[in-house]
Every structure is written in C-alpha cells, then in structure tokens.
T-cell receptor, first 109, second 113 residues
Framework: KNEVEQSPQNLTAQEGEFITINCSYS?????LHWLQQHPGGGIVSLFM???GKKKHGRLIATINIQEKHSSLHITASHPRDSAVYIC???????????FGQGTRLTINP | NAGVTQTPKFQVLKTGQSMTLQCAQD?????MYWYRQDPGMGLRLIYY???????DKGEVPNGYNVSRLNKREFSLRLESAAPSQTSVYFC????????????FGDGTRLSIL
C-alpha cells in the first residue's frame, strides 16, 4: 500500500461543476502539499498545509490530521483547470516528500 | 526571477552513453532534489541535497550520480544510460523547513534508445 493514495485517478466533469479530489496518507506528517501539473508543463505548488483549510481563488484545500485525509476542491470549474493534481506529504522530521500518483482532471466546455 | 532552471529540455541518448542534467536555482535555497516521473507512477526521488556539500540517496538512486556544485547548482549524471532510465526528470529546490514548498523546474524529457 502506497503511503499516499489519491482518488479518483481520473476525473472528467463539465464546466461549472464542483470538483473534489481526495488524498489519504498513512504516516504522521509535518505538511501536506497540493501541486498542479499541466499537460507537457512543469509542476506548480498550489497549497501547503498542516492543519485546517486554505483558499486561493476558486481552489480550496482542507486537511483532517486525525483522519490522515486531505481534499482539494475546485469551485465553478473551467477547462483551464484541466491538469494533473498531485498530493505530497512530508513526514515528521523528514526532508523528503512522498508523492501520490496524481489525479488527472479534465473539464469539458 | 527565473526560479529553477533545468537544461536540456529534451535529450535522446543511445544505450551506454553518458550525460549530465543541469539544474540551477536563484532563490538562495539550501535544499535541492532530483525526481523522475514515469507514466502511472508518482514522482520518485532519485537524490537530494539538504544543504551545500551534502548529498543523499532517495528512493531510486541506482544508475545515477549527483554533484552539488555550489549552493545554486545540482547536477544529475547518468554514467551509462539504460532504456529503463527513459523518463521525465524534474529538479526542485526548497528551504530546509517543513512548511516551505518545493519549487520545480520545467523538466527534462529523456529518451534512451
């Protein structure tokens, strides 16, 4: 079992829909990261959180430390949100990140 | 502000050839990382350098060597390329603080024939 599991692996939705991507992890962490990778593109850090909730524009990230679970939400989704979303965790006292396999999101107009 | 710069962006090698992937960051970060990304798999850490003068193995170090040339630069070398090393390689940098994000380069797409 991977330390970081994302679901779903693939998600297709219509423009305007509310999107939720989930991330579960099995170790104690100091921080959880959500990253975005556009097709053929580089990787951009969206959020880093260790508790509670963060919001940036239409993106919201939440984390429940007790349940070892995080969600990334996209409100009013748009085709430009189509990308691979990656969850990664940094273990307590660790320098390294452990990555999930990513969720491929496609938003159709 | 360029962030993390990787060169080259694309490369095709023959089995047995050697090459070095270059990475430089201009954010004065202490820590640098090399990852590979393969279809259906998450990013996997090859090597990292927590600070200038130190390097450590990651999850998949076999077949690779690294050099932390100075605080800015961290290179990845394939001594004898193998088809299994066909991948997209990403360099990243961060501060040595758990609550700081990693900044990624644009990647190097490497094909070994």
């Amino acid at each position: 079992k991977n330390e970081v599991e994302q679901s779903p692996q693939n998600l297709t939705a219509q423009e305007g829909e509310f999107i939720t991507i989930n991330c579960s992890y099995s170790v104690g962490i100091s921080a959880l990261h959500w990253l975005q990778q556009h097709p053929g593109g580089g990787i951009v850090s969206l959020f880093m959180l260790s508790s509670g909730k963060k919001k940036h524009g239409r993106l919201i990230a939440t984390i429940n430390i007790q349940e070892k679970h995080s969600s990334l939400h996209i409100t009013a989704s748009h085709p430009r949100d189509s990308a691979v979303y990656i969850c990664a965790v940094r273990g307590q006292g660790a320098q390294k990140l452990v990555f999930g396999q990513g969720t491929r999101l496609t938003i159709n107009p | 502000n360029a962030g993390v710069t990787q060169t080259p962006k694309f490369q095709v090698l023959k089995t047995g050839q050697s090459m070095t992937l270059q990475c430089a960051q201009d954010m004065n970060h202490n820590s640098m990382y090399w990852y590979r990304q393969d279809p259906g798999m998450g990013l996997r850490l090859i090597y990292y350098s927590a600070s200038e003068g130190t390097t450590d193995k990651g999850e998949v170090p076999n077949g690779y060597n690294v050099s932390r040339l100075n605080k800015r630069e961290f290179s990845l070398r394939l001594e004898s390329a193998a088809p299994s090393q066909t991948s997209v390689y990403f360099c990243a940098s961060s501060e040595w603080v758990p609550t700081q994000p990693q900044h990624f380069g644009d990647g190097t797409r490497l094909s070994i024939l």
